[in-house]
């Protein structure tokens, strides 16, 4: 494997390491084979332990997922993008189609079109134009 040369109180020795098993290293010193056995202090590691702490298991009415009431159709049109409405182009009481165009606002200096996500009867617009918005901000509502 490796050869090396020491010298020790004067005396030259040529030492080859043929192989390591565990802490027992295979030597030959001056065309002598030896076992030597090596001692090695554990280094303590610096990075710390992550320990992690078991989520509590849920109880009762946390394991069910809520189921939405089929009462419940109001759906409600918020901003894409945080930007200025352009253009408002239905009013309460108009009836939508999916996919129809309601408005156009200006994002990111980019024109978009916000579209119904269901048919039905529009129950309230909530901008003009002009107006500011955030992201999520309802602009529109459908029933």
Do not use: C
Not at 121 to 132: F, H, Y
């Amino acid at each position: 494997m490796k050869q090396f040369k020491f010298t020790i109180q004067g005396n030259v020795y040529e030492v080859e390491i043929l192989g390591f098993e565990e802490n027992i290293a295979k030597v030959e010193v001056n065309g002598t084979p030896y076992d030597v056995e090596i001692h090695k202090d554990l280094k303590m590691s610096k990075t710390p332990t992550l320990v992690r702490v078991e989520a509590p298991q849920p109880k009762g009415k946390e394991t069910r997922i809520p189921k939405i009431s089929s009462k419940t159709t109001n759906l409600t049109v918020k901003a894409p993008l945080p930007g200025t409405i352009i253009s408002v182009l239905v009013k309460e009481g108009d009836k939508v189609l999916l996919g129809q165009k309601l408005l156009t606002m200006e994002a990111m200096k980019m024109e978009n079109n916000v579209l119904s996500e269901k048919a039905g009867v529009i129950t309230n617009v909530l901008v003009k134009p002009g107006d500011t918005v955030l992201q999520n901000d309802v602009l529109v509502e459908i029933e």
